[in-house]
């Protein structure tokens, strides 16, 4: 469902700021949920963002159980009020009173943060892009595209001197939705299976119907353009990167990749491949010549026409991995399971290394958005038999302990996919296939050539990205 939204809105119109600032600031300093929501909520938040109060369905049932969310919403079109049909719900909302903390990382927050998450991948919600929790002292939102959740904003403290601001943002990006989920495929150790998890990635989602676009940002090795048999065109990535007038379309870069099948089935998706400057270009160089969040700003155009965009990074925290991960909205991280060591680098890529880059798209944009998650992590290709598995699931619990006494730091859902407190259960499996790894010399992702590596990669598909 497509909606008519205003994206020349410079900001909330006068009379509807006003009285959300009043309203926010009349609000008692204890009051309850029933009282933030008739007070606030429903009386100007909403109408805030942009819908009318017959777009607003409180309590919508999400076809889970008995669950219900506080509040769905959607905009009305001409022949479908969504009050009526009760369908197609765009944003969720929870909301809580003010005896609720709901700042960052306290317990009342992750509660109901996960209670979002069980709303957005409910029957009836999977249509929901966009999610809020708020307790008219502090609010977030999310995103949801497909089955991946991840936070748009941080959790921002609100008032009555920056609350028409902060609702203006989320206003904004709301009526901005773009179409890709951007991905960077990353680990800081080497030969995991990073590549070879983009290419049959990105042939899995193309034969579902998906359009997407790969990146080879790993420019000494280029294994994914040479894997793939891919001769860069003319136009170079390179100066499109290093340029600050836009000068160059992006779409130039572009190489498509294409196979046809027999009874003329035909299956493509798209490269930006590593060209003949980049890979020649020192690390110095590069540093000097184009900022790290080049790459994120060159592919805000490309948002609104693809599905995925999937980012090969290569296997080191330096240049071409940072621009990776500040691009993307998530990381993927492959692992080998009978590599323990490769189990405490992962631990230092989530501690340490994406918060410095969340940290700095949060400098980089007033605070106003939060920067790339990890997925959970996922064993590649590697033979994980019981015993291995007693091993690593020991070396975890060793590494999640250390990490929360040491940097109070909670890695456990970054490393078990199906993360429930108190049933810490499973990590996804990709199995070791000789259809995988021969294909890597075929110049054809096995999952465009071979069934049984599309049914692998179609079960990672829909573990991590596809509702
Ligand atoms: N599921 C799998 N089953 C069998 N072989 C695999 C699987 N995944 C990857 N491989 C093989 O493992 C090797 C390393 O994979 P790949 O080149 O994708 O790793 P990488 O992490 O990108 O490496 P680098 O760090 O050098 O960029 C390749 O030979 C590839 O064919
Ligand atoms: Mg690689």
Known sequence: MVFTVDRELQSLPPEIAAKLSHLLKNLPSDAREPIVNHHFISKSFFEALGFLSNECIPDFKTGNGGDAVDYALRKNTEDDSFLHTKTSPYILVELKGRDINLEYGKGS???TVRQLKRYFLAPKCKSVQ???ITNSKHIQLFRKHGKTIFPATPCLEIN????????????KKIEDTSRALTVAVYNNKGGVGKTTTVINLAATLTRQKKKVLVIDFDPNQHDLTDSLDIQPGEYKFYNCLKDKQNLFDIKQAICPYTKTFKGGITLSFDIIPVDDQLAKIGEDQIRQEISPHSLRKKLESLKYEYDYILIDAPPNWRYYSISAIYAADVVLIPIKPNDINSLRNTAITIQQYIPEIQQSR????QGLEWGAIALPIFFNGGNITDAVKVRVKNAIAKIINQAKLENNFDLTSYFFSRYIPGKNTSIFEMPNSAYIANSAF?????SYRYKVAYDYYSQLAKEYFIQ
């Open 362 to 365: 949060q400098e980089k944009t």
């Open 160 to 171: 009555p001197d920056n609350i028409v601001e902060i609702t203006y943002q989320i206003r």
């Open 109 to 111: 927050y992750k509660t």
């Open 442 to 446: 075929d110049s054809i992702p096995a």
């Open 130 to 132: 966009w999610g809020i």
